[in-house]
């Protein structure tokens, strides 16, 4: 079955950058999504289509794609942005999800 | 806005069969997928299946023989059949839906927590 690998925890300081990665076989021919979902609250859609940003999400989020790793890029990281975040990508019509990461911001 | 609400019972004995409904809510059915989605307590995202509008379904392989999804366009509602339930299907399940041309979950429910035990 088809797998994205995500690390499970990163750490950034307030103010600076954070990345987080995604990768998976053949993932440079399939569209790549981000999801942050706080404690206790459903996920909530960051970016899809590696990187197309629905309104109302932050421009200091950002996505990128690079051969088969997909990057979440938070800008100017915030206390607020501190969550869990899934990527998502399609294999055969059936939906993927990495396996999480946790963004502490201290 | 568009409301996605799950609902069912939080309770549900081993062996059994899990129902859920997803209502629709500011929303047609039309032109979209709904999915349900589940996360086992302090675990990651894990994608159950699809149904269109038109009917047509797609399930995550490793639970196609338990799954069942089906929906009813007059009730603006689809719904979860999903069998002979272990322990390790207690999760909380979230109904969510996406467009083919978008490729990503833009809308949620809240999710309800279904814990299986005797």
């Known amino acids: 079955s088809y797998e994205l690998t995500q690390p499970p925890s990163v750490s950034v300081s307030p103010g600076q950058t954070a990345s987080i990665t995604c990768s998976g076989d053949k993932l440079g021919d399939k569209y790549a999504g981000w999801y942050q979902q706080k404690p206790g609250q459903s996920p909530v859609v960051v970016i899809y289509?590696?990187?197309k940003r629905p309104s109302g999400i932050p421009e200091r989020f950002s996505g990128s794609k690079y051969g088969n790793t997909a990057t979440l890029t938070i800008s100017g990281t915030q206390a607020m942005d501190e969550a869990d975040y899934y990527c998502q990508a399609w294999d055969s019509n059936t939906a993927v999800f990495g396996g999480g990461t946790k963004l502490t911001v201290l | 806005q568009v409301q996605l609400q799950e609902s069912g019972p939080g309770l549900v004995k081993p062996s059994e069969t899990l129902s859920l409904t997803c209502t629709v809510s500011?929303?047609?059915?039309?032109?979209?997928?709904w999915s349900w989605i589940r996360q086992s307590p302090g675990k990651g995202l894990e994608w159950v299946g699809y149904i269109y509008f038109t009917g047509n379904v797609n399930y995550n392989p490793s639970l196609k023989s338990r799954v069942t999804i089906s929906v009813d366009t007059s009730k603006n509602q689809f719904s979860l059949k999903l069998n002979s339930l272990t322990a390790a299907d207690t999760a909380l399940y979230y109904c969510?839906?996406?467009?083919?041309?978008?490729?990503?979950?833009?809308?949620w429910g809240p999710g309800t927590l279904v814990t299986v035990s005797s």
């Open positions: 969510a839906r996406h467009h083919e041309r978008i490729r990503a979950f833009d809308i």
């Open positions: 289509q590696d990187n």
């Open positions: 500011s929303a047609s059915l039309r032109n979209y997928y």
